[in-house]
């Protein structure tokens, strides 16, 4: 079992930068060896992906190209999502996901472990 734990959300003017973490623990954890994504859920809308890091890959969707950076320090079992010009429609609840392999890292299914979410609020 991997436990995951957000935090970092919060309210933030349009244009402002926030920085989501992701603490993963698990008495057979080895995080280096796990795909760790971001996703987020806005109301009444499914949940989609943001980004996700495979090694030393990253991916992005085309809204968080340019603007989010994910990133991971093995070291600390932290995966962090850096999101910088933030705009209204990026508010949503932020979750952390992780996986030992997947396929299709985009595919919100795929994911064995998720964290309970952070919400970002972006004020216009």
């Known amino acids: 079992q991997v436990q995951l734990v957000e935090s970092g959300g919060g309210l933030v003017q349009a244009g402002g930068s926030l920085r989501l973490s992701c603490l993963a623990s698990?008495?057979?954890?080895?995080?280096?060896?796990?795909?760790m994504g971001w996703f987020r859920q806005a109301p009444g809308k499914e949940r989609e992906f943001v980004a996700a890091?495979?090694?030393?890959?990253?991916f992005y969707s085309d809204s968080a190209k340019g603007r989010f950076a994910i990133s991971k320090d093995n070291a600390k079992n932290t995966v962090y999502l850096q999101m910088n010009s933030l705009r209204p429609e990026d508010t949503a609840v932020y979750y952390c996901?992780?996986?030992?392999?997947?396929?299709?890292?985009?595919?919100?299914?795929?994911?064995?472990?998720w964290g309970q979410g952070t919400q970002v609020t972006v004020s216009s």
């Open positions: 890091i495979r090694w030393s890959a990253t």
């Open positions: 698990g008495r057979t954890l080895t995080f280096s060896n796990y795909i």
């Open positions: 996901a992780a996986d030992p392999s997947l396929p299709n890292v985009r595919f919100v299914a795929a994911y064995d472990y």
